[in-house]
């Protein structure tokens, strides 16, 4: 198919037909990431900027083994001794790495907003690798696909999402593509952690995990963002595991061929435990592996070319 | 306009004759194994495996390559190549690999799928076999064991009808207008 997109923002903006395209080329990419050779020459001599302004080592370095992968030249500002820290403006930074001829800048940024912006403006293609709690699409991308790969299809599955889901751009974003892709999803987690308005998702929302659990295909934790949480938002560590914890348990009460994911990086003991972090059950390494590939398949896409008829 | 370039009876005696050109060529067939470039080249190569098989009475391997990946006109952004599986179900280290396409034109499928196998492993060497040698080369490729040689138009294409039936043969038409 023809691709249309330049970037990618979020997950809203795909067709469930432009995500399966993705998927379908993955396999493709994941092959390559086996061999003992792990690069094509597909994207040689184009440039991918990696800007990162907050913390990730793993949405980074899959991008950048991706972007390498296919054999483009990668650079990876983060914000710690950049000019980000002088008080320049994210739309001049942007400007000024523009006229250096970037093809495509991939961006993490705390605030929501800002990509849409810069991938009108700017001619190269612009990937959100994480922007503020609005999406994260590349995550839900993988997230999606691994299911794909494990079930064989997603209409049908049954998704539950625990934890934070108010901090969560994971979880917005894989509510928006599970639901195009035909699977349910249940948001679990205390009231102190889902947002106003999450009605309007078009998720069922439960404050209760245990219910839950026998039905659910998938269970996928989401870590506990303590570093965006105020502590009154719920009592402590120990309480949190307790009633929404994945542990030795609840892995009990789930469903024979149902899976374990996480999107990492795990608090293990808050809302996950080792039992359940390395249990069989558990493709979270899977979903590691497969994030080079999606990220790979994605640049493709949005760098390989465009149909002229 | 269309023209019938080779009919399905035809494009069987080119085959046999392929055949009767490696049959002289190689003495042991130990270390032998044929790669189509997909997909015209998957579809002769399957045949011409089908039919050694049945002359020497050996299993020949055969792997398919997708060389959407290693193409050198991406940059250029002007179409779009679909990405299918590369499929090679042995090692190729060491091996005679017998390279197979259906039409050799430019030679720019040839150099790619050559960029392709060696990021695989280390072939002892590599011989390529094409059904058509249709002349416009941009890149000094030859190949070792032609088919048929036939001087057409840049414009033309050579298009090889699969059936449905892919152990059956199809005809082969010129057509088109190549872009």
Not at chain 1, 58 to 68: D, G, H, W
Request: aromatic share 6%; glycine share 8%; net charge neutral.
């Amino acid at each position: 198919m023809n691709w249309p997109h330049k970037d990618l923002i979020g997950i809203a903006d795909l067709e469930a037909e432009e995500i399966t395209t993705i998927f379908d080329l993955a396999p493709n990419f994941k092959e390559i990431s086996r061999r003992d050779i792990k690069k094509v020459p597909t994207l040689r001599g184009k440039t991918v900027v990696l800007i990162f302004y907050e913390a990730s080592t793993r949405t980074r370095l899959s991008f950048e083994i991706a972007a390498k992968r296919l054999s483009a030249d990668t650079v990876a500002i983060s914000q710690t001794g950049s000019a980000f820290q002088k008080g320049e403006t994210m739309m001049d930074a942007a400007k000024n790495i523009m006229a250096m001829m970037p093809d495509c800048i991939v961006m993490r940024y705390p605030y929501a907003g800002m990509l849409p912006r810069l991938a009108k403006e700017l001619p190269c293609s612009v990937i959100n690798a994480g922007d503020g709690y609005h999406e994260h699409p590349t995550q839900a991308l993988l997230d999606m696909y691994s299911m794909r790969e494990h079930f064989g299809a997603l209409k049908g599955l049954n998704v539950v999402m625990v934890g934070d889901i108010m901090h969560s751009r994971v979880a917005r974003s894989n509510v928006y593509g599970l639901k195009k892709m035909g699977a349910r999803v249940t948001l679990v987690g205390p009231k102190t952690l889902m947002p106003p308005g999450i009605e309007s998702w078009g998720a069922a929302v439960s404050t209760e995990f245990d219910p839950v659990i026998p039905d659910a295909d998938v269970i996928m934790m989401l870590r506990i963002q303590k570093e965006r949480i105020a502590e009154h938002l719920f009592p402590g560590d120990r309480e949190y595991s307790s009633f929404y914890g994945l542990g030795k348990a609840r892995v009990a009460m789930m469903k024979k061929d149902a899976v374990i994911m996480h999107p990492g990086p795990m608090n293990r003991g808050v809302e996950i435990n080792s039992d359940a972090a390395d249990s069989k059950r558990a493709i979270i390494l899977d979903q590691v592996e497969n994030g080079v590939a999606i990220r790979m398949a994605l640049m493709y896409l949005c760098l390989g070319g465009s149909n002229v008829d | 306009m269309t023209d019938i370039l080779l009919t399905p009876g035809e494009v069987g005696m080119v085959l046999q004759e392929l055949a009767d050109k490696l049959e002289s060529k190689f003495k042991t067939w130990e270390d032998i194994v044929f790669i189509g470039i997909r997909s015209g080249g998957e579809h002769v190569a399957e045949h011409l495996v089908r039919l050694m098989k049945k002359r020497l009475g050996r299993e020949i391997p055969l792997g398919e390559l997708d060389i959407a990946l290693y193409r050198d006109d991406l940059s250029k952004r002007l179409f779009y190549p679909e990405v299918k599986k590369t499929s090679i179900p042995f090692d190729i280290e060491g091996k005679i690999v017998i390279l197979v396409d259906d039409v050799l034109n430019t030679g720019r499928s040839v150099r790619a799928a050559i960029d392709h196998i060696v990021d695989l492993g280390r072939p002892r060497r590599i011989y390529l076999l094409v059904l058509f040698d249709r002349g416009g080369r941009e890149l000094p490729i030859q190949a070792d064991f032609t088919g048929k040689t036939i001087e057409l138009p840049s414009k033309k294409i050579i298009k090889i009808n699969v059936p449905d039936d892919t152990s059956k043969l199809g005809n082969v038409i010129i057509t088109g207008v190549k872009k």
